[in-house]
């Protein structure tokens, strides 16, 4: 569990905030609409932050980045999700597919690479997901060959985020004749290698603006010095970055939340029925402070959660795990539900709550469906289980 590096005052946290929040007012948000209907890349929302600084908060000073702690980080990416779902994708997106790069590449190609991807020249994209394994990670089938000083990678890759704009990919695969998760190893793969095609985009629910297509390899050959980390390490790397990926995911779904609260409370306050606003009906005002009280739980969740990060706890995956799940979860919720709140109005595309809610799906689907970490979390109680001792609890008497 890498710690970042918390370099940043308070002050110096408020002021980027500060930058973060001018951004959104004046050019995302505006923007957000129309990049919601069109599956092309949204370049310009990328393009401003990059110049704001944003990307650069993931990675390390030495390779010109500004690193940034994930208490900051999570603040970033609520405000840009509680206006665009697919400008905050880059935020996390930027994070998960660079970040393994800086802390597991050879110094010298992190140091070619990482200040190109820090001020948004180069984009990568991160290669995990097969059509034969998503959640199933080390069910994973694309190959690695070593031959003479190169590895031969084969196989498909599926659903992988802006594939079609990325000059570099981060491939895990499976090197040849291995089994489960350690057989895994991961490669950064130039875009116009000889063997790499990038299919068609996928149109997709939600989460539009941010394209994602299939990346087939056929006998690409990698050489040696572009294996991240050493043979096996793969599928560590992948669970370092998700375990960010992760709390990244959860604090979207609060920001994009709040946005939603925001517009149904805008909302409420100006349409009247049977006489009166439709905020000054009971029934309305108490689904409001409903999901304001769960939204803000669920930050404060999130907000822990990234200052265990911070402070390298070793606990810190099982916490991004129930961030994830419950904020993801409730995202779901409260977006359908403030779109009840606008009635035939929150159905129409005019309105940005449609998109909200389709945008909500996929935080939980994605960095681990939420069965996926019910899972992991369920276990985790379990096995805590054996060493707990309830004080009132005794059950030596009991028939089990
Ligand atoms: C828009 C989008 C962008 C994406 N971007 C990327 C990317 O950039 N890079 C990348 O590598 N991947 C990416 N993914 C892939 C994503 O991470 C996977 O879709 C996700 O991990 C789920 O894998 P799967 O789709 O294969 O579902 P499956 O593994 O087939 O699971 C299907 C469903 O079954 C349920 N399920 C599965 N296993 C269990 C279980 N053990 N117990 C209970 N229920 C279970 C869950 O509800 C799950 O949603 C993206 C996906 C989408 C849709």
């Given at each position: 569990m890498r710690s970042a590096v918390p370099d940043w005052t308070p002050e110096a946290e408020q002021e980027f905030m500060g930058r973060v929040e001018r951004l959104v007012a004046?050019?995302?948000?505006?923007?957000a609409n129309e990049v919601g209907r069109?599956?092309?890349f949204a370049w310009e929302s990328f393009r401003a932050l990059a110049r704001e600084g944003v990307f650069a908060t993931s990675f390390?000073?030495?390779y010109g980045g500004t690193e940034a702690p994930l208490r900051l980080r999570v603040r970033i990416i609520e405000a840009v999700a509680r206006v665009c779902s697919a400008a905050a994708s880059m935020v996390t997106g930027v994070d998960l597919s660079g970040r393994p790069i800086a802390f597991a590449a050879a110094p010298t190609l992190a140091a070619t690479v990482m200040p190109k991807l820090a001020s948004g020249e180069l984009q990568s994209a991160f290669a995990l997901t097969e059509p034969g394994a998503g959640s199933d990670v080390a069910g994973m089938s694309c190959t690695a060959r070593p031959e003479g000083d190169a590895w031969v990678l084969n196989g498909v890759k599926r659903f992988i985020s802006r594939a079609t704009v990325a000059d570099l990919f981060i491939v895990v695969a499976r090197t040849e004749g291995t089994v489960g998760a350690k057989g895994l190893s991961a490669f950064l793969v130039d875009r116009d290698a000889a063997g790499l095609r990038v299919g068609p985009v996928q149109p997709k629910l939600g989460w539009i603006g941010i394209p994602i297509a299939e990346v087939f390899l056929d006998e690409?050959?990698?050489?040696?010095?572009?294996?991240?980390?050493?043979e096996g390490e793969g599928f560590a790397i992948a669970q370092d970055t998700l375990v960010r990926a992760r709390i990244g995911h959860a604090a979207m779904a609060v920001g994009r939340a709040q946005g939603a609260?925001?517009?149904?409370?805008?909302y409420a306050a100006r349409r009247s029925t049977f006489g009166r606003r439709l905020g000054d009906h009971q029934g309305v005002q108490w689904m409001l402070a409903e999901m304001t009280t769960q939204v803000e739980a669920a930050r404060c969740l999130v907000h822990r959660c990234a200052q265990r990060y911070d402070d390298a706890d070793p606990q810190t995956p099982i916490y991004a795990s129930m961030a994830k799940l419950h904020a993801a979860d409730l995202g779901m919720r409260v977006t359908t539900d403030c779109l009840q709140l606008l009635g035939g109005n929150g159905y129409l595309q005019q309105m940005p709550l449609e998109r909200f809610m389709r945008?909500?799906?996929l935080n939980q689907i994605g960095e681990g469906a939420s069965e996926i970490h019910k899972t992991v979390i369920g276990r985790h109680v379990i096995r805590q289980a054996g060493s707990l001792a309830h004080p009132c609890l005794d059950l030596d008497g009991v028939d089990l």
């Open positions: 004046q050019e995302i948000g505006p923007r069109s599956e092309t390390p000073v030495r690409v050959r990698v050489p040696a010095d572009r294996m991240l980390g050493a609260i925001d517009i149904a409370a805008q945008d909500a799906k």
